[in-house]
C-alpha cells in the first residue's frame, strides 16, 4: 500500500486502477485473516496487524470513491 495520500494529483484513470489493486488487496486480506481464524494458527498480534492494514484499505477505498462520484446537486 505505497499510494500517495494526495489523490488531486492522480487523474481519473490512475485511481480506477488503484481502487481495483485496493479491493483485490482488501479481499485477499479478509480470506487471509478468515484463514488464519478458521485454522486458529493465528496470534493475535498478526490478526490485529492484519485488520489495521484491511481497515486503511477500506479507508482508502472510500476516499477513492467519493473522489471518482461526482456530486450531485438535487
Not at 490478526?47 to 467519493?66: F, N, T, V, W, Y
Amino acid at each position: 500500500m505505497n499510494a500517495p495520500s494526495d489523490l488531486s494529483m492522480k487523474t481519473d484513470e490512475v485511481l480506477r486502477v488503484e481502487l481495483e489493486v485496493f479491493r483485490r488487496e482488501h479481499r485477499d486480506l479478509d480470506a487471509a485473516i478468515q484463514a488464519l481464524v478458521e485454522k486458529g494458527t493465528g496470534d493475535q498480534l498478526t490478526l490485529q496487524r492484519l485488520k489495521k492494514q484491511k481497515l486503511r484499505l477500506k479507508d482508502l477505498i472510500s476516499r477513492i470513491e467519493d473522489r471518482l462520484t461526482p456530486d450531485i446537486i438535487a
